[in-house]
């Protein structure tokens, strides 16, 4: 019992040292950013930002478009629901998908043995019995 609590401190020992020393190389190569101060990157930056926040989805394009033409969609209102996210989940699922081949499984046992009934089961020939004269 004395030899396993005492592996177990060794493990740990050498686990606690192990982290200690990670957490060191961790510090030794962290490196600070400086900001680039070139109109150029921050132009940039602000265009992909100002994309991001007024992305256009192809739901918002249809609706701009019928509403240009002079037909107006109804906002749909999501109540809470267990289904409000099936939508979504759908759309996740690819619509040409290749079928998976179910393959029926043959036995591999000999004719015999397939016929043959399980060990415990099986039935005894029963015997007629002629009564004694």
């Known amino acids: 019992m004395h030899m396993i609590e005492r592996k177990q401190d060794a493990l740990s020992g050498a686990m606690l040292r192990a982290l200690m020393a990670e957490h060191?190389?961790?510090?030794?190569?962290?490196?600070?950013?400086?900001?680039?101060?070139?109109?150029?990157?921050?132009?940039?930056?602000?265009?992909?930002?100002?994309?991001?926040?007024?992305?256009?989805?192809?739901?918002?394009?249809?609706?701009?478009?019928?509403?240009?033409?002079?037909?107006?969609?109804?906002?749909?209102?999501?109540?809470q629901s267990p289904l409000r996210h099936v939508g979504q989940r759908a759309r996740k699922i690819p619509l040409n998908k290749r079928k998976v081949?179910?393959?029926?499984?043959?036995?591999?046992?000999?004719?015999?043995?397939?016929?043959?009934?399980?060990?415990?089961?099986e039935r005894s020939k029963r015997s007629v019995r002629l009564p004694r004269t």
């Open 101 to 121: 081949r179910k393959v029926k499984r043959t036995s591999r046992t000999p004719q015999q043995t397939r016929r043959r009934p399980p060990v415990g089961h």
């Open 24 to 79: 060191l190389r961790e510090e030794r190569e962290k490196v600070e950013h400086q900001p680039i101060k070139d109109s150029s990157f921050s132009a940039l930056a602000s265009r992909i930002v100002d994309d991001a926040c007024t992305g256009v989805t192809h739901k918002s394009a249809a609706s701009d478009l019928l509403s240009q033409i002079g037909i107006e969609t109804q906002k749909q209102t999501i109540e």
